[in-house]
């Protein structure tokens, strides 16, 4: 079965060719029809896939040679490992939904074909980037899906702000990619390979040095290379910046491209590399530490957005902060999990999101409120989301949050698990703050509220089965059966023993277990609950007034609202200095390397100018002057050769 | 006279046709300069079709003698004509000139001086193939200079009114520097060779050793002891030719020709220069620096490197300030130049293969952006982005040509830029890891730049005022599918041309040992 | 017939005496007519000289005599331009001085 796991990223692909040709003036029914069902297929072909390595422990790969540069070949073609497979399903089961949310929420866009182009692309470039036997192959497509959600994030670009979010993101995460790219490069020049196994045998045997660094020195290097570069995509901070931004696209996109997909990107590159992060202890605690502050960082500045999308995109950065930790601690299976969960319940959020957005036409938070009357299947799909997000029992986010912050405090990091629980605690305040002030209450703007409704059935139907999906994802990795999914995931390190490294070797244990803890369990549990009572509190009590907060004298507050004021910083240290520095090479440009040019053939000119008064004009002159050269001449030839001189 | 050499004159005898047949209608003129072009065109499909891929060496030689000096000693060996053959490396070169010229005539603008320039359009196709086909220094140097003159007439006669006479002769007087320049190091070498083998070689006659032909400069250039052609002649011989590349090529601090040439032409002229003929001081570098002093570009790699360094991040830099998107390409030009540099400083076989890559991506997507930034300028009368906007609603085919172009210049995978550039920088890490450290952030300031055009230029609102343009007209279509087409074809199956580099760069780091 | 026995040095110096007097003409007279007579005094210098040499010369061969017609030939083509050239000056600037023949003066 893994042998045909190529036809999945092909069925978008053929999907996106289709409506290229196409053209803009096709049906909106028949457009989105022919999407979903492609992807729909490769939904039914990934869990084909996904269950045919359920026994085994080898990896399927296919390899065919791409280029040749001087005596090294450089292969194009899939692989399909235990990690690979569960990012196929979760990709495609994402893709499935929202491509048929898209079509109610999409709706009579002038550029609805286009759209659905665009997701076909980005789903292709996203499955293929998981079956990716390589890391060239892997960046082909990490580049390609950066490229779709630059498109799709500029969808609207009539929009200035879209348009500037889209180079935003575009910039941002290409600052990440860069340090990715020299990973790459380096390992290249290290090994002779991209290919994963040979890296990682190559790292394991300690067969791996370049002229200038030391084993250990360039597999630290190059994992922290590649980390940025994770950073740069999952919207880690420092690079976090571009995500929020990013929220200018349509809602499906964020859902599809910004909570459950492509940013998680990141994470999975981690996780892929995890051999190679596992060598090297200094850059696990990097991947750890970048991973908790961001999810601390970034569940504060979600308190207090006011834009209903800007809160769920923070807290998607948040959480996938809380995979990196799950990682950077050794919590590899935990990191994935939570990947999966977070993939299900943060589309759910989104998509609920969009349905609101789609009702009200507002995203700002003090323009809702009563809605649950109007639109109670959101109501209750948002909630279950929301639950599992806070990480209430039992709901998916449960189980691979709690099973992060255990991993965390038993491999020793005290202070990120401390990081940990304050995140929990500020999630499940500000995701019930959305949703009371969304749901609860009176509307505060009755207008609005008139022309509430719930959307079609192809809006209804993802939000149901995401919800579904939200409530029991949490069991495929319980105790209660016995952690299914960690030891499927676990039979991935079993490519050690194929490929023959012994198995006591470190390098491919990925990572580490750690069982449950009922004591840490309840503890996480009451932080969320406290968190949801405050929220209750503050925003569903019928004795307060909600106002529209104006934060003024407030500093904590300003400081939450305006994100720390990272963006004017940047602004301050990176992009004013950048475009002064341009500013300057071009003054140099044109005034001083240009202006010595124009001295010098004003010079050429002035003489010119002065030589010409030598021209008379008359012939005779010209002829005289001759003569006279002409003897001195031979005056000369006739001394040297009397030896005068 | 084989097919190369009706592969380069095809344009030239379209050239004397239009100075021979009288008064015929506008596009009777035009009609044979295009098929001149697709004439050299078919004719290297058909090279293609003959060039045996197991043989690194130059192959479909062609020659033409023209004069020998039979009393001239031991220079009486050398035959003066025209010598044609291709390897790996050039013969890529060659479809890339062929495909440029023939496009950029299919976009000559409508002038009542069509005859003209139809001619000099010519001159300057043959001028561009030959240059790339050429087997002797001397056919060589032939082409490079009617090149010259071909595009001082382009740039003069058809330029902007405002500007073009600057422009023009500050072309030409950039480009004659570099070819005399070039024209003096290349015969310094010849000559240079052939006094050290004549020294101390007994077994060889000095006649037969006394040749302008490459494969007998690549023989003795490798044979010849140190010496015999002492280090410090190499190393001024090369200097020589180093800075009549700079000056070719328009590489950071002699590149202000480049700008004032392509702000101040049409888009056909632009197309030429800015797909072709800026590319072939870097063929220069490869054919005689790389081919016949490897250890010179060994020995300044480092000065060449950090020039390469220089060349992308401060064409990026200035590239980033421009409001012209004519100015803005021509840095970005520059900065890809840089990565060629870079490439090739590194004397391996990425990069060498990364550069040579490079000289074909950034051939065609230059031609691909002028050609787009013409067709938008010719409908919004501005090529300032300042003036500019919103144009994807207005163009929106165009648009998307644009911004491919844009992706593929900054270095999108499956685009050509980006095998490129990868290869190039793997070469370069591998020699100098901490030069092309920096380098590398060229990767950020080339999305930086390109996109913020883009974003000026495509997105947004539309200015007030701007007027209703039309998207791209069937017949445009052919160029910006082509160009697109291979851009992308490129960027997909590499080893399309890959396996053509390949040959060479295996033989040039024979030579290098 | 008897031979004439003329020293080199008397055909030289002949030849000198002519070839100064064309140039001092041609640099000095303002009529352009005398200056195109002067011109043609100088190669006649010039084909004394070679006829001599052609003679006398240190291996005598016919050689010096065929360029001296040739010359001569030369000079009657030159003459014709030379006059033609004049004329249209003539009409053009109503003058035949030397002096006036500035034109291509920037």
Known sequence: MAAYAWIIPLLPLVGYIFL??????????FVAGVSTILVLI?????????????????????????????????????????????????????STLVFLFSL??????????????????????????????????????????????????????????????????????????????????????????????????????????????????????????????????????????????????????????????????????????????????????????IGGVTALLASLMALTQRDI????????????????????????????????THAFFKALLFLAAGSIIHAIDTQDLFDMGGLRKKMPITFWTFLAGALALSGIVPFAGFWSKDDILTATLKSGHPVLYLFGLIAAFCTAFYIFRVFFLTFAGKPRDEKRYEHAHEGSWVMTLPLIVLAVLATIAGFFNSPLNGNALEKYLLRDAGDAVVAGIPTTSPAYLLGHTYPANVGLMALSVAVGLAGIGLAAWRYANKNREITVPTGEGNFLYMLSYRKFYLDEIYYAIVVAPGKVLAKISDFVDRYIIDGIVVVVSRLVYVIGLGLKYTQTGQLQTYGAATMLGLFVILAIALFRQGGVF | MGLLFWLTVAPLIAAILILAIPKLPQNGYRSIAVLGGVASLIMTLIAWGLFNTGNSGFQLQSTLHWFSFPDAGPASGISIGLNFGVDGLSLPLVTLATVVVTLAMLSM??????????????????????????????????????????????????????????????????????????????????????????????????????????????????????????????????????????????????????????????????????????KTGAYILLRFGVGMLPGEVRHFGVLIAVLGVINILY????????????????????????IVLLGIAAVNSAGLQGAMFMIVSSGLLNALLFYTIGVMGARTETFDMSRLGGLSKQMPMLSGFLLLAALGSLGLPLTSGFISEIQAFVGAFESYPATAFVGVLGLIMSAVYLLYAIQKTTFGPAPAGSSIGIDARPAEYVPLVVLAGLVLLVGVDPQVIGHFFNLSVQALLRIGG | MPTLSIPPQSLLTLGVILFCLGLFGALTRRNIIIVLVCVELMLNAANINLVAFSRLGASPNLDGQVFALFTITVAAAEIAVGLALLLAFFRLRQSSEVKDMNQNKL
């Open chain 2, 315 to 338: 064409g990026a830099f200035v590239a980033w300030h421009q409001s012209d998107w004519r100015r803005l390409i021509a840095f970005g030009s520059i900065s890809h130049m840089g």
């Open chain 1, 104 to 289: 109610g929420y999409m709706h009579k866009d002038e550029r609805f074909s286009v759209f659905y182009q665009y997701l076909n692309l980005f789903v292709f470039s996203m499955l293929a980037l998981v079956i990716s036997p390589n890391l060239l192959q892997m960046y082909i497509f990490w580049e390609m899906v950066g490229l779709c959600s630059y498109l799709l994030v500029g969808f609207w670009y009539f929009k200035p702000e879209a348009a500037l979010a889209a180079k935003k993101s575009f910039i941002v995460t290409r600052i990440g990619d860069v340090g990715l790219f020299i990973a790459i490069i380096l390992l290249f020049a290290s090994t002779g390979s991209f290919d994963f196994n040979t890296i990682f045998q190559a790292a394991a045997s300690g067969k791996i040095a370049l002229g200038f660094i030391s084993g250990s020195g360039l597999i630290t290097l190059t994992a922290i290379l590649a980390f940025i570069g994770a950073v740069g995509k999952s919207a880690q901070f420092p690079l976090h910046v571009w995500l929020p931004d990013a929220m200018e696209g349509p809602t499906p996109v964020s859902a599809l491209i910004h909570a459950a997909t492509m940013v998680a990107a990141g994470v999975y590159l981690v996780a892929r590399l995890y051999p190679l992060f596992e060598l090297s202890q200094p850059a696990l605690t990097v991947v750890a530490w």
């Open chain 1, 309 to 340: 999308k800007r809160v769920i995109a923070y807290s998607t950065v948040s959480q996938l902060g809380y995979m990196m930790m799950a990682l950077g601690v050794g919590g590899y299976v935990y990191g994935v999990f939570h990947l999966m």
């Open chain 1, 20 to 29: 290229l040709l196409l053209g803009k003036k096709a049906p909106e029914g």
């Open chain 1, 42 to 94: 490769g939904l039914g072909l990934s869990l084909g896939v996904f269950s045919s390595l359920a026994g085994t422990d080898g990896a399927v790969t296919y390899t065919w040679k791409w280029l040749s540069i001087g005596s090294h070949n450089i292969d194009v073609g899939f692989q399909v490992t235990h990690l690979n497979a569960l990012m196929l399903v979760v990709v495609s089961l994402v």
């Open chain 2, 109 to 278: 603008r409508k002038t009542d001086r069509i005859r003209a320039y139809s001619l000099w359009m010519s001159l300057a196709a043959a001028a561009a193939i030959g240059v790339f086909t050429a087997l002797d220094v001397f056919t060589f140097l032939v082409a490079l200079e009617l090149g010259l003159a071909a595009m001082f007439f382009l740039i003069y006669l058809f330029g902007d009114p405002d500007t073009r006479v600057n422009a023009a002769f500050k072309f030409l007087i950039y480009r004659g520097v570099a070819s005399v320049m070039l024209i003096i190091g290349l015969l310094l070498l010849a000559f240079g060779v052939v006094g050290a083998v004549s020294g101390t070689q007994p077994g060889v006659s000095l006649t037969s050793a006394f040749n302008l032909q490459f494969p007998s400069l690549i023989h003795w250039a490798q044979t010849v002891s140190t010496t015999d052609f002492t280090q410090g002649a190499r190393d001024a011989i090369f200097m020589v030719i180093f800075i009549g590349v700079l000056v070719e090529e328009a590489l950071v601090p002699f590149h202000t020709w480049l700008p004032t040439a392509h702000e101040s032409s049409d888009t056909a002229t632009n197309m030429l220069l800015g797909g072709i003929l800026t």
